[in-house]
């Protein structure tokens, strides 16, 4: 069903009135700062809201979003969205989010051709590949895009803490977390991987065991 552009507008309206109406200061303080405590990047997924699925407000969140929650050392979006909130927001979670019956990560394992996202997907092929004798062995399609999904959650929070920006601020005694997480469309519970990083605890080390769970599970 198609929504027009006008009802937005009028939807938009409405909410901005009943948001005034329960809190007259509402946008005020909107206006006046942002201190987010989180980092979310997640997945660009219209089925997956930040803010709504951990139960903060705007302005208690800082997002990045993209097809299958991807972070590539070269992806200078990314990458600068995390220094900032890392620099300038000086946010103590980053969280790395990732969720179930992901159309990215499915065509990513099945190999499917969708156009220019396939060379996005390109890094999500990298952890099937990397995995591929092991993934080949959980026989259920499904089941195994849902381990697929959790290892690229792992995989890219390695990589969030191999970044100069994360190495420099741990160096610099600044407390910030890096968080693995999956959610779930069939019942909106995030679920924790067993992948957190804090300061410069040994990255590699909590990334090998994280996977050896994913592993166990199957």
Known sequence: MSIPLQDLLARNRAWAQNERDNDPEYFSRLVSQQNPEFMWIGCADSRVPANEIIGLAPGEVFVHRNVANVVVHTDLNCLSTIQYAVDVLKVKHILIVGHYGCGGVMAAMQGMRMGLVDNWLR????????????????????????????????????????????????????????????????????????????????????????????????
């Open 123 to 218: 890094h999500v092929q990298d952890v099937r590949d990397k995995y591929r004798n092991w993934l080949g062995g959980v026989d259920d399609v499904t089941e195994r895009a849902a381990r697929l999904c959790e290892l690229n959650v792992v995989e890219q929070m390695l990589n969030v803490c191999e970044t100069t920006v994360l190495r420099d601020a741990w160096e610099r005694g600044q407390e910030i977390t890096v968080h693995g997480w999956m959610y779930s469309l069939a019942d909106g519970v995030v679920r924790e991987l067993g992948a957190d990083v804090e300061r410069s605890d040994d990255p590699m080390g909590v990334y090998e065991a994280a996977v050896a769970r994913i592993m166990r599970r199957s």
